[in-house]
C-alpha cells in the first residue's frame, strides 16, 4: 500500500472522488477556509479528538437516550446518570478517544471532564422541560436534492411537531451564545436544516431554536420562505465555488484567529507546511474567475 500508513487491508485506501453533497459542517468548513474543507473532504486527514467536541457529543447522546424514558421520569439525576454509561459506549464506538485521557494517570481530569458534562446536562433542564416534550425525531439524518441537482444533508438534534402539526427544529450547543452580531452566522446551519426539510416535505417549520448549554441561553428565530431562498441561493453559489476549487485543485487558505486551533498547520502554507499531493485531475483554472479564499459567511 502507498505510503506504508500500516493498514492491515481491512481498512484499505478508498479512491479519492469529487466532493457530492453538502452538510452544515462543511459549508462552514469551506466559508472559514477553503484548504480546511480540502484537507478534510477530498485529502480526508485525520484529526486528534477533542476534549470539548466529544464532550459534546456525549451531552447529545445523554440527551437522545433521556427521552427513551417515560415522560415522569426524565429528571436531571437520571440525565447526569446517563453519563458514564453513555461515554462507555462512546469509547467502544471510538477506540481513538482513548487518546484522550492517555495520560491521566489519576484519573482527576477524566473525573473533572465528566462532571463538566453533566453540569451541562443538568443545565439543559433549566432551558426546557422534557416532562412535556415529546419529540416526533431524534438524531434525524436528512437528505434533500435541490433543482440544480445538488444534495444537502445532516443530521438533526430534535424535531418537534405540535398537535397543529407546526414543525420546531432544536439543536444543543454545548458552548456559549454568540454575541448579537454574530447570531446570523450561529443560524446559518438552522436555516440550512430548515431549508431540506421545506424541500422534502414541503412544510415550513415555525421555529429554529438554538439551545446553548454552556451560557444556559435559548436563540430562537421564525423563518419565512425568503430566508429559506436566500439560503438556497447562498448554497448553490458555495457549492459553484467549491466545485471551481475541485477542479483546479486551487484551494487557498484563508487565515483567521481559528488557524490556531487547526490540526493540519504541518500541512498549511500560511505555517510554512506543504498540502499532500492533489489526488484528483486538475484543470487550467479559467481567466476571470473568482480567486478561492473570499467566500465568507455572507
Known amino acids: 500500500m502507498p505510503g506504508g500508513d500500516g493498514g492491515s487491508g481491512v481498512e484499505a485506501r478508498r479512491a479519492v472522488v469529487p466532493p457530492g453533497s453538502l452538510s452544515p459542517s462543511r459549508a462552514g468548513d469551506f466559508m472559514q477556509c477553503p484548504l480546511l474543507y480540502r484537507f478534510r473532504v477530498i485529502d480526508r486527514l485525520p484529526e486528534k479528538p477533542s476534549e470539548a467536541a466529544t464532550r459534546g457529543t456525549l ?3 445523554v440527551l437522545e437516550r433521556l427521552f ?3 415522560a415522569a421520569e426524565r429528571t436531571a439525576p437520571r ?6 454509561g453513555q461515554w462507555q459506549r462512546l469509547r467502544e464506538a471510538r477506540p481513538e478517544l482513548v487518546e484522550l485521557f492517555a495520560d491521566d494517570t489519576d484519573g482527576e481530569r477524566l473525573a473533572r471532564w465528566l462532571a463538566e458534562a453533566e453540569r451541562l ?8 422541560d422534557p416532562t412535556r416534550l415529546e419529540p416526533a425525531e431524534r438524531e434525524l439524518f436528512v437528505e434533500a436534492e435541490l433543482d440544480s441537482g445538488l444534495t444537502l444533508r445532516g443530521i438533526i438534534d430534535r424535531v418537534d411537531v405540535a398537535p397543529t402539526g407546526e414543525v420546531r427544529i432544536v439543536d444543543y450547543k454545548t458552548g456559549k451564545a ?5 447570531a446570523e452566522g450561529a443560524l446559518f446551519q438552522m436555516k440550512f436544516y430548515a431549508l431540506v426539510v421545506w424541500r422534502l416535505k ?7 431554536q438554538l439551545v446553548y448549554l454552556g451560557s444556559g441561553d435559548v436563540l430562537t ?4 420562505l425568503a430566508d429559506l431562498e436566500r439560503v438556497e441561493r447562498k448554497l448553490q453559489a458555495l457549492w459553484e465555488a467549491i466545485r471551481l476549487a475541485t477542479e483546479t485543485g486551487d484551494w487557498r487558505p484563508r487565515p483567521t484567529k481559528l488557524c490556531g486551533w487547526c490540526d493540519h498547520q504541518a500541512h498549511c502554507p500560511e505555517y510554512g507546511g506543504t498540502p499532500p499531493p492533489y489526488p484528483l485531475p486538475v484543470r487550467a483554472p479559467e481567466s476571470g ?3 478561492q479564499g473570499r467566500m465568507g459567511p455572507d
Not at 414541503?202 to 429554529?208: G, K, T
Not at 428565530?221 to 419565512?224: A, F, G, R, T
Open 289 to 291: 474567475t473568482t480567486a
Open 68 to 70: 427513551d424514558a417515560p
Open 121 to 128: 446536562v443538568e443545565r439543559w433542564f433549566t432551558l426546557e
Open 202 to 208: 414541503r412544510v415550513l417549520p415555525r421555529r429554529l
Open 221 to 224: 428565530y421564525d423563518p419565512v
Open 79 to 84: 440525565a447526569k446518570g446517563l453519563v458514564p
Open 59 to 61: 451531552v447529545h447522546a
Open 178 to 182: 454568540p454575541r448579537p452580531e454574530y
